[in-house]
Protein backbone atom coordinates (compact mmCIF):
# COMPACT_ATOMS: atom_id res chain seq x y z
CA UNK A 1 0.00 0.00 0.00
CA UNK A 2 1.58 3.51 -0.77
CA UNK A 3 1.27 6.76 1.12
CA UNK A 4 -1.17 7.99 -1.58
CA UNK A 5 -3.62 5.15 -0.64
CA UNK A 6 -2.86 5.17 3.14
CA UNK A 7 -3.61 9.08 2.96
CA UNK A 8 -7.39 8.22 1.00
CA UNK A 9 -7.84 5.66 3.08
CA UNK A 10 -11.91 6.08 5.06
CA UNK A 11 -11.66 6.60 9.03
CA UNK A 12 -13.92 2.77 9.20
CA UNK A 13 -11.52 0.92 6.96
CA UNK A 14 -8.69 2.60 8.83
CA UNK A 15 -10.63 1.35 12.32
CA UNK A 16 -10.51 -2.04 10.96
CA UNK A 17 -7.05 -2.40 9.75
CA UNK A 18 -6.16 -1.20 13.61
CA UNK A 19 -8.86 -3.99 15.32
CA UNK A 20 -7.17 -7.06 12.97
CA UNK A 21 -4.05 -5.44 14.43
CA UNK A 22 -4.57 -7.17 17.46
CA UNK A 23 -6.32 -9.99 16.44
CA UNK A 24 -3.88 -10.96 13.95
CA UNK A 25 -0.84 -9.69 14.55
CA UNK A 26 1.47 -8.39 11.80
CA UNK A 27 5.15 -9.63 10.80
CA UNK A 28 7.02 -8.04 14.10
CA UNK A 29 4.42 -8.76 16.38
CA UNK A 30 4.20 -11.87 15.38
CA UNK A 31 7.85 -12.55 15.71
CA UNK A 32 7.70 -11.06 18.79
CA UNK A 33 5.62 -13.82 19.79
CA UNK A 34 7.62 -16.84 18.18
CA UNK A 35 10.73 -16.07 19.97
CA UNK A 36 8.71 -15.23 23.63
CA UNK A 37 6.96 -18.65 22.86
CA UNK A 38 10.94 -20.25 22.18
CA UNK A 39 12.19 -18.61 25.86
CA UNK A 40 9.37 -19.53 27.39
CA UNK A 41 9.71 -23.06 26.70
CA UNK A 42 13.52 -23.24 27.44
CA UNK A 43 12.75 -21.26 30.83
CA UNK A 44 9.26 -23.82 31.36
CA UNK A 45 11.37 -26.53 30.55
CA UNK A 46 14.51 -26.24 33.01
CA UNK A 47 12.35 -24.43 35.92
CA UNK A 48 10.63 -27.13 36.91
CA UNK A 49 7.25 -26.12 38.86
CA UNK A 50 8.43 -22.47 38.61
CA UNK A 51 6.96 -22.06 35.22
CA UNK A 52 6.10 -18.60 33.88
CA UNK A 53 3.66 -16.94 31.37
CA UNK A 54 4.21 -16.04 28.03
CA UNK A 55 3.42 -12.31 29.08
CA UNK A 56 6.75 -12.75 30.93
CA UNK A 57 9.01 -12.96 27.76
CA UNK A 58 6.98 -10.61 25.56
CA UNK A 59 9.60 -7.49 25.06
CA UNK A 60 6.44 -4.77 24.63
CA UNK A 61 3.03 -5.22 26.31
CA UNK A 62 0.15 -4.96 24.01
CA UNK A 63 -2.46 -2.02 24.05
CA UNK A 64 -5.62 -3.72 25.38
CA UNK A 65 -8.49 -2.16 23.41
CA UNK A 66 -12.08 -2.12 24.63
CA UNK A 67 -14.96 -2.73 22.14
CA UNK A 68 -16.81 0.43 20.83
CA UNK A 69 -20.00 0.00 22.06
CA UNK A 70 -22.64 -0.53 19.27
CA UNK A 71 -25.22 2.15 18.66
CA UNK A 72 -28.58 1.40 17.89
CA UNK A 73 -31.53 3.62 17.04
CA UNK A 74 -32.83 3.12 20.96
CA UNK A 75 -29.05 4.36 22.26
CA UNK A 76 -28.95 7.08 20.22
CA UNK A 77 -31.98 8.76 20.72
CA UNK A 78 -30.93 8.24 24.64
CA UNK A 79 -28.06 9.71 24.29
CA UNK A 80 -29.63 12.54 22.34
CA UNK A 81 -32.31 13.09 24.75
CA UNK A 82 -29.63 13.08 27.75
CA UNK A 83 -27.56 15.94 25.55
CA UNK A 84 -31.20 17.53 25.05
CA UNK A 85 -31.86 17.62 28.77
CA UNK A 86 -28.42 18.63 29.90
CA UNK A 87 -28.32 21.33 27.52
CA UNK A 88 -32.09 22.68 28.21
CA UNK A 89 -30.98 22.71 32.26
CA UNK A 90 -27.86 24.59 31.54
CA UNK A 91 -29.97 27.61 30.03
CA UNK A 92 -32.19 27.72 33.06
Same mark, same amino acid.
Given at each position: MTV?? #??? $?????? &? $?????? %??????????? #? %???? =???? =? %?? *? /??? !???? !??? &?? $????? !? *???? *???? &????????? /??? =? &????????
Amino acid at each position: MTVAQ #VSE $MAAAEE &D $MWIARS %YTEPFLARRME #V %YLAQ =IAQW =I %YN *V /NAG !KNSR !KLE &DF $MLFRP !K *VVKP *VQQL &DTKNIRSNF /NSF =I &DRQNARRK
